[in-house]
């Protein structure tokens, strides 16, 4: 059985996934007003050299069973030139 976050609480775990800076020192989830919510925290230093954390609040991200692929998408076919009846040539 997974366990279950108590309203207000939540846990946060060393991000093992973390490839560059900009991605999360922490990750974790909640429960806040009965919904799950995911966090993710940045551990960082102040300009004057004082440690603080910054944390990113949002919904949790959907798992799904196949991985998606972003594909570019096709420019549209250019109409097919009018065909022009000899009858129509002015000349």
Known sequence: MAYEHKEGKGSLFPNDYKMQDT????????MWKGEIIEISLWQ??????????????SEPRQK?????????????????P??????EIPF
């Not at 991605?23 to 909640?30: E, I, L, N, S, V």
């Not at 009018?82 to 009858?87: I, P």
């Open 44 to 57: 960082g230093q102040t300009q004057a050299g004082v440690t603080k954390f910054s944390v990113q609040i």
């Open 23 to 30: 991605h999360p020192d922490f990750r974790g989830k909640a």
């Open 82 to 87: 009018k065909q022009v009846e000899e009858e």
């Open 64 to 80: 799904s069973d196949t991985p998606q692929r972003v594909v570019a998408a096709k420019p549209a076919p250019k109409p097919a």
